[in-house]
């Protein structure tokens, strides 16, 4: 018996896909068809697949070719693949002409021709585009103008900035009125200043325009609730945006928590500083400490422990005496069963780590977490301990901007950040605001 082994995404299986199986199948007795998993595909850069892998498992089970589907899901699979399953022909599309010529130490290695004029990426692009503005005054607006080009289904139209000298910047995209942007597109990209969020948000809702903002939404509890009660009459999407929600790593991470792997979590403990150099004539404009930081030192709390805390203390650093912007704040959660604290600044600057600890080990994930890519599960005994790496492309707003996308073509919003836990991050917002905050002279 010829045993032939092949792989692929099987993104939105075509007839392209359907000839390139019946090629393979054609070649030996017994067809092995390999379907990348979610995350192999991150791995390689392929972030804007349409469907999920059980989606494309029977995508390619309905073809009645496959005789055995297999799931790839790391660098060098192929090899072990091939001397565990006995393959004797190995094949994939003459688009990767030479790439595999390493595997014909083990096997018998085929290019097929594949079929001309069509592909997922080309029906992906065929697929009306979702339009989406930009606008705030930061920098990780060029950063979002950027990750948009590597997310099929995108298209953005339009960028709006307060500023003149900034607008200037965006060149053919820029529009001179948030009220233009609206007018022009489906969904909005928000990192405008925290106090215009709601003003922002609501705006863009009541124009039947999708939205995606940088946290916080807003800076009252009843406000963040509002909005979400609005976009849900309406039918649109509202997700926050803190991008370590979208990383692979993170979300690996909890999964492991959740999983036991560390016991019961007893405290999470997050730290994010950044020392900026600060310009007092336009402190106004200037996001602080806790709006700048605490949304994404406060989600891994709320992630873990939940958005149900008994009590919460702040304790802040002040630049002056307005007691609005913050150069450092630490604050401290207490639950019925766990604590949890964070501390944030941008005139502090400490470890900015994640440490999660339970009863039978803890993680630790090291400066600057946020960005996690790499983390580790510690024991008592150093020989358990476990290290744990995935890729991370575009700082997770490549990611976000699927996610966001697919929630938009299906009108179902799954955020990766819970409605519970954007309403506590505004609550905890609201409780600064309120000066109920212990000062550090």
């Given amino acids: 018996m010829v045993r032939v082994i092949t792989y692929g995404t099987y993104d939105l299986i075509h007839y392209g896909h359907i000839k390139l199986l019946e090629r393979a199948k054609a070649l030996g007795d017994y067809l092995i068809v390999g379907v990348t998993s979610d995350d192999f595909d991150?791995?390689?850069?392929?972030?804007?697949?349409?469907?999920?892998?059980?989606e494309r498992i029977e995508g390619v089970r309905s073809t009645g070719l496959a005789d055995e589907i297999i799931v790839e899901e790391y660098e060098g699979q192929k090899i072990d693949d091939i001397r565990?399953?006995?393959?004797?022909?190995?094949?994939?599309?003459?688009d990767w002409e030479g790439y595999f010529d390493y595997l014909k130490k083990y096997c018998k290695v085929i290019y097929l021709p594949r079929t001309q004029g069509?592909?997922?990426?080309?029906?992906?692009?065929?697929?009306?585009?979702?339009?989406?503005?930009?606008?705030?005054?930061?920098?990780?607006l060029r950063k979002y103008l950027n990750e948009c080009t590597y997310v099929n289904g995108i298209e953005v139209k339009a960028v709006y900035t307060e500023s003149i000298k900034t607008r200037n910047e965006y060149k053919n995209f820029a529009v001179d009125s948030y009220d233009k942007l609206l007018s022009s597109v489906d969904a909005v990209y928000i990192i405008a200043n925290p106090t215009r969020h709601y003003e922002y948000i609501k705006r863009a809702l009541d124009k039947g325009v999708h939205v995606l903002c940088e946290s916080p939404i807003a800076l009252n509890e009843n406000q963040t609730r509002e909005l979400f009660d609005l976009a849900e009459s309406k039918n649109l999407i509202l997700m926050e945006s803190i991008k370590t929600a979208y990383a692979t790593a993170y979300n690996r991470l909890l999964l492991l928590i959740k999983g036991g792997k560390i016991g019961k979590v007893l405290s999470v403990d997050a730290v994010c500083t950044s020392l900026k150099?600060?310009?007092?004539?336009?402190?106004?404009?200037t996001w602080n400490s806790i709006c700048a930081w605490g949304p994404t030192a406060m989600l891994p709390i709320f992630d873990i422990l939940g958005a149900n805390y008994d009590d919460v203390n702040l304790t802040s650093y002040y630049l002056n005496q307005d007691k609005k912007f913050d150069l450092f704040t630490k604050g401290d959660f207490k639950y019925h069963d766990a604590v949890a604290s964070f501390r944030v600044g941008k005139g502090a600057k400490s470890e900015s780590e994640l440490i999660v600890s339970g009863t039978l080990?803890?993680?630790?994930?090291?400066a600057p977490w946020w960005k996690t890519?790499?983390?580790?599960?510690?024991?008592?005994?150093?020989?358990?301990?476990?290290?744990?790496?995935y890729q991370l492309d575009g700082e997770g707003i490549r990611y976000e901007l699927v996610a966001f996308l697919k929630s938009i073509e299906s009108r179902k919003n799954t955020p990766y950040i819970a409605e519970d836990s954007s309403i506590a991050i505004s609550r905890v917002l609201q409780k600064f605001y309120n000066n109920e905050v212990k000062i550090i002279k």
Avoid: H
């Fill in 361 to 366: 080990g803890y993680v630790y994930v090291p």
């Fill in 84 to 94: 565990r399953l006995g393959v004797d022909i190995f094949t994939v599309g003459s």
């Fill in 42 to 54: 991150k791995q390689r850069g392929k972030i804007n697949v349409q469907q999920s892998l059980m």
């Fill in 373 to 389: 890519d790499y983390f580790e599960i510690r024991y008592e005994n150093p020989a358990d301990n476990k290290r744990y790496f």
């Fill in 277 to 285: 150099k600060l310009n007092p004539s336009n402190i106004e404009n």
């Fill in 118 to 140: 069509i592909s997922s990426s080309d029906l992906r692009s065929e697929e009306r585009k979702t339009r989406i503005g930009l606008t705030g005054e930061s920098s990780v």
